[in-house]
């Protein structure tokens, strides 16, 4: 099958909504590949493997990869993709002097040759995260392995957003937690949460590619009887909405919400978080670049959460907040 590729370059501080917009334009799958910088500092204190290639990306700036199925117009696609990343700013946001070109690919030609980039990686003491692909001998006894095939869904553990997302986890999870797992990606946070002593988690996708690869990562790590991968509206599955006759299916409330998403979509439906979760619930939520940290800050606390704490990496943010123990709402 040949798919339509279009490639862009943006600055890397637009990078969620760049991700956000070819998403929403009707991607079957991104990828981002950053600018090298020899100089940018790596946090490797969990012993993260950055083995990354020279590239002639412009410091500064990534290169997106959308891919669009056989037929799409993508001269339409181009441009309305052009007036969205030029009103940027108006969100805070700055795509810099960006490009668009689109040309045509063989699915077989992209969907397996960034393999080669993504190796094992340790994101905290006890969970690794390892492709499927590669061979690897744990670093000590009692360590976490994912298993991993992203394949066309976001989420490898190599972000930023993703890795704070496991490491929040790491720190909230004491064992037979209920959990939701909302943009659940290649389903790497719930199998991570699952891991880690969980006990259910609904992981949850609008995109039906997303959801497919999700189900295939929790096949490959032998948890399809405590992690339910579904298609559905985020806000639906929060607020009740969407209920499904499934007898072992997680059911708010629940111990922790955890979200790697948009921040301007974190700020949309916080109170139906704090709704499904318990009193003295915990929910985590990254894909926060610094220049909205503030704007989320202030929607949590007006919701009603008290900030338990902010973990960073580079110049991402993720929030574990806490739902009062009093409130019984």
């Not at 066309?152 to 790491?170: Q, Y």
Request: glycine letters at 10%.
């Amino acid at each position: 099958m040949r798919w339509h590729e279009l490639t862009v370059l943006a600055t890397e501080s637009s990078q969620e909504m760049v991700t956000h917009f070819l998403t929403e334009l009707g991607a079957g799958g991104v990828s981002v590949e950053e600018g090298w910088d020899e100089n940018k500092p790596r946090d490797t204190k969990y012993g993260e493997l950055y083995d990354r290639p020279l590239n002639e990306i412009r410091k500064g700036y990534a290169e997106f990869k959308a891919y669009f199925a056989e037929g799409t117009d993508m001269a339409a696609i181009a441009a309305e993709l052009r007036v969205l990343l030029a009103g940027l700013p108006e969100y805070g946001y700055d795509a810099g002097e960006f490009t668009i070109s689109t040309g045509d690919v063989h699915e077989d030609d992209w969907a397996h040759a960034w393999k080669k980039y993504f190796k094992p990686i340790a994101v905290t003491e006890r969970l690794t995260i390892k492709p499927t692909w590669e061979e690897y001998t744990p670093r000590h006894e009692g360590e976490l392995i994912i298993e991993l095939d992203p394949g066309m869904a976001f989420g490898t553990g190599t972000h930023p957003t993703t890795a704070l997302c496991l490491r929040a986890l790491d720190n909230a999870i004491a064992g037979g937690e209920q959990v939701i797992d909302v943009g659940t990606g290649s389903g790497i946070l719930a199998i991570g949460a699952i891991k880690l002593g969980a006990d259910k988690v609904l992981a949850v996708d609008l995109d039906p590619v997303a959801v497919t690869n999700a189900k295939e990562n929790i096949a490959q790590n032998g948890l399809q009887e405590v992690i339910e991968a579904r298609e559905s509206d985020l806000l639906g599955v929060l607020n009740g909405r969407d209920t499904r006759d499934n007898a072992n299916a997680v059911k708010p409330p629940v111990d922790i919400v955890v979200a790697n998403i948009l921040a301007e979509i974190i700020l949309l439906f916080l109170d139906d978080v704090r709704d499904v979760l318990k009193p003295g619930g915990i929910y985590i939520c990254s894909g926060i670049y610094k220049n909205k940290e503030m704007a989320v800050e202030a929607g949590l606390l007006a919701a009603g959460f008290e900030i338990v704490d902010k973990l960073r990496q580079e110049e991402w943010i993720a929030f574990v907040a806490g739902k009062p123990k009093g409130d019984g709402e």
